[in-house]
């Protein structure tokens, strides 16, 4: 194994803005069932994390894929004032990896961690990523996309993860 281990990450997409996020909240505080839940669940939790987020439309609507997947979270961590150079360049390398149909989302965040970009992408396994990365060298403008989005970061990670059963997204 490797990296950060025995995580659990959660999307959720909420339809009609953040309206939909108040509605959502107020429904948990009012929700016994739920509350109940939450408290039996941080016996199990040593830390969370939320962020609201906001996709890139350029990245398009997350697909169901067929099972057997394993997908990419790429966290970038970038500096301040630099999202929309970033989605600039972003906007352009998404269309020279539209070939391999590995992009499942884009994200920025806009509350929480401010300036944090997240994109997942789909693999057949470590062996495919492994592939398709290095393809991306033989294909032009995508030297120039890391060229030009490198400066813009502060740090940035990568975990591989497996998705349950009963998530829409195998």
């Known amino acids: 194994m490797f990296g950060r281990l025995d995580q ?9 803005g953040y309206k939909s996020v108040v509605k959502a909240k107020q429904y948990m505080r009012d929700n016994k069932e739920f509350l109940e839940f939450s408290r039996k669940r941080r016996t199990l939790i040593n830390n969370r994390e939320n962020q609201l987020l906001h996709e890139f439309t350029f990245f398009g609507e997350p697909e169901p894929r067929p099972p057997s997947h394993i997908y990419e979270l790429r966290t970038y961590h970038l500096k301040p004032g630099t999202l929309i150079e970033w ?3 972003w906007g352009q390398a998404i269309l020279i990896r539209q070939k391999e149909d590995d992009a499942v989302a884009g994200l920025f965040s806009q509350i929480g961690e401010l300036y944090v970009v ?18 991306l060298w033989n294909r032009p403008g995508w030297d120039d996309c890391v060229a030009n989005t ?3 970061i502060r740090r940035m990670e990568s975990r591989v993860m497996i998705p349950l059963p009963f998530g829409p997204l195998q």
Do not use: E
């Not at 659990?8 to 009609?16: P, Q, T």
């Not at 789909?122 to 062996?127: E, G, I, K, N």
């Open 8 to 16: 659990a990450i959660h999307l959720w997409k909420y339809r009609g």
């Open 87 to 89: 989605g600039n360049n």
């Open 118 to 135: 997240h994109h997942i992408w789909a693999y057949d396994d470590l062996v495919s990523r492994q592939q398709i990365r290095h393809n």
């Open 150 to 152: 490198v400066p813009l």
